[in-house]
């Protein structure tokens, strides 16, 4: 059984940092990503990276100030979010499945994690 856990978000001020993890298991897929939704909105995709190779992939919302990174021996993706602004509050999804090209295919969604930015 496939399963995609989320941690790490909550409440920061404008211009603080998070980082959120992922913990993935049951099976190990080609790509992980993490996208987002905020109120109202559709949701978006942030960055992904290729679980074998290490190459990372960015909106360009994310370009600059979110840095996507790995633990394979943890099973583990991971979301440094720097310099954070209100636009930024979301609900954060982890998602696994193939790459296309600078983006992936979800086959499957973490539960979520709500983040937070105030101004």
């Known amino acids: 059984q496939v399963q995609l856990v989320e941690s790490g978000g909550g409440l920061v001020q404008a211009g603080g940092s998070l980082r959120l993890s992922c913990a993935a298991s049951?099976?190990?897929?080609?790509?992980y990503g993490w996208f987002r939704q905020a109120p109202g909105k559709e949701r978006e995709y942030v960055g992904g990276?290729?679980?074998?190779?290490?190459?990372?992939f960015y909106a360009d919302s994310a370009k600059g100030r979110f840095t996507i990174s790995r633990d394979n021996a943890k099973n583990t993706m991971y979301l440094q979010m720097n310099s954070l602004t209100p636009e930024d509050t979301a609900v954060y999804y982890c998602?696994?499945?193939?790459?296309?090209?600078?983006?992936?295919?979800?086959?499957?969604w973490g539960q979520g994690t709500q983040v937070t930015v105030s101004s």
């Open positions: 990276i290729g679980w074998s190779t290490g190459s990372t």
């Open positions: 998602a696994a499945g193939a790459l296309l090209g600078p983006g992936i295919e979800p086959d499957y």
């Open positions: 049951g099976r190990t897929f080609r790509a």
